[in-house]
């Protein structure tokens, strides 16, 4: 059974910085994909950024190209979101995600391809 814990979250002045962790236990984690989706009060969870299974590939929403960055280790089993000039429209819970299938080509957004998730990380960017 996956389990997947993110830390990191907390409150923030505009044009701040967070980094937030996801630890990974339960299946060999570097066969998978892991993604990083937000949701907002009164809004639906959406896609912010993946990473492959190699970390060789990434892709990031248009909302936060440039100002953050996913990263994996996979010798801890972890996920990164580096998140730099943070915006009070950046305010969300954040939640990391397993792809469900191993060792995919190409890089997935689609929040159905991700068959596991974490229990979210909230950040409040303050303006």
């Known amino acids: 059974q996956v389990q997947l814990v993110e830390s990191g979250g907390g409150l923030v002045q505009a044009g701040g910085s967070l980094r937030l962790s996801c630890a990974a236990s339960?299946?060999?984690?570097?066969?998978?994909?892991m993604g990083w989706f937000r949701q907002a009060p009164g809004k639906e969870r959406e896609f912010v950024a993946v990473?492959?299974?190699?970390?060789?590939?990434?892709y990031y929403a248009e909302s936060v190209k440039g100002r953050f960055t996913i990263s994996r280790d996979n010798a801890k089993n972890t996920v990164y979101l580096q998140m730099n000039s943070l915006k009070p429209e950046d305010t969300a819970v954040y939640y990391c995600a397993q792809d469900r299938a191993t060792w995919r080509e190409r890089v997935t957004t689609r929040a159905a391809d991700f068959g596991s998730w974490g229990q979210g990380t909230q950040v409040t960017v303050s303006s």
């Open positions: 339960g299946r060999i984690f570097s066969r998978y994909g």
């Open positions: 990473i492959s299974w190699s970390g060789g590939s990434t």
